[in-house]
């Protein structure tokens, strides 16, 4: 078949099914709203093998190999589920401008370019998906989105992500980095990352990245990069070939964080008004924890058998209080300025 569009359809309720396209400009185009388009074979489209600009349709059980560009949706309350999409030039899966739209269980895949989905909008829903050999596995622009249970694996980057308000949760990761997130008030929980170069990237302001009652473990060269203030780091278990946590930034909290064997630091911050509580901080290759800052409170942690000192601290007013060292004082804790306070460390 060599033809412009393959198939159009400007209407409600149709059923396009078990078609077979090939060497066409476009694959289907749809206006329409509530069609059901499944199980159709599509190969080698200049452009794209679905353009969906109507609402409530559904994309499903499609087989789409080789074309510039899988699913184009410039609609809304679409459901785009269980289509095998392979060896693109572009986005796999884009979502553009309009939100409330469905990604679910689709697999991806192609040679190291291109995005395997791509959201610019709001308010979808991306679950239960598999994308492997890409630039970008999920690439969001948007606020409000959820992207849950995918499995994003020989990626260059699991998950990109610019906005607020959203939810990266129960995703499990592999290939050169994890999650770089830019934005506020985002949550990245319960995630398994074990990439060669940076676990998560946080840029921004009163977000959480969490584990809840389990732990979110994180393997990588560089575990945990934040840069922002009042975002909290709660449940996680790093291990990195540099450092397991460096925090930029004020009123940050790490709570209950296990951070052990690091090839370097297992905690640098640098900042005020921070709170280091509970953490387990142990077996690092460098200090256990290095604070640059005034003003922070570093209460009840575990941090024994660093190479170095188990506290670096740099800054005045500090309160380093019932920390467990197993080792004398003097030798566990190097400060640079005094004016800090020390109580009930052993």
């Known amino acids: 078949m060599n033809c412009d569009i393959a198939i159009y359809i400007d209407g409600r309720n149709n059923n396009a099914g078990s078609n077979y396209i090939n060497n066409c400009k476009e694959g289907i185009f749809v206006s329409g709203t509530g069609n059901l388009l499944n199980l159709n074979k599509i190969y080698n ?16 059980l499609n087989r789409i190999d080789g074309s510039y560009r899988g699913v184009y949706i410039n609609s809304e309350f679409n459901t785009i589920e269980n289509n095998v999409i392979k060896n693109f030039k572009y986005h796999r899966i884009e979502i553009n401008r309009y939100g409330l739209n469905n990604v679910f269980n689709n697999n991806i895949s192609s040679n190291g370019v291109g995005t395997g989905i791509r959201i610019v909008s709001s308010w979808n829903d991306i679950e239960n998906n598999k994308v492997s050999g890409v630039k970008y596995g999920i690439s969001v622009n948007g606020h ?38 830019n934005g506020k008030y985002n949550t990245i929980a319960f995630n398994k990352i074990k990439v060669t170069g940076l676990g998560i990237y946080l840029k921004g302001n009163n977000s959480g990245i969490n584990g809840g009652s389990y732990f979110t473990t994180i393997t990588a060269k560089k575990g945990v990069h934040v840069i922002g203030h009042k975002n909290v780091l709660q449940n996680l278990k790093v291990k990195s070939k540099i450092y397991g946590m460096h925090i930029l930034g004020n009123k940050n909290t790490l709570f209950a964080n296990t951070l052990t064997k690091n090839k370097k ?25 290095k604070l640059v800052g005034n003003n922070n409170s570093i209460t009840k942690n575990n941090l024994q058998m660093n190479k170095h000192h188990q506290i670096k601290i ?30 009930k460390n052993r």
């Open 45 to 60: 489209i200049m452009g794209n093998a679905f353009t969906i600009k109507g609402s409530n349709n559904t994309i499903c």
């Open 144 to 181: 409000k989105n959820l992207l849950q249970n995918n499995t994003l694996k020989s990626n260059y980057y699991g998950i990109s992500a610019k906005g607020s308000n959203n939810v990266f949760s129960k995703n499990t990761i592999s290939g050169k980095n994890g999650i770089s997130v």
């Open 265 to 289: 630091i297992g905690i640098q911050v640098i900042g005020h008004i921070n709170k280091i509580k509970q953490n387990k901080i142990n077996r690092n290759g460098d200090h256990g924890l």
């Open 314 to 343: 740099l800054g005045v007013k500090n309160k380093i209080s019932k920390n467990k060292f197993r080792t004398i004082l003097n030798k566990a804790i190097n400060t640079v300025y005094s004016k800090n306070s020390f109580n």
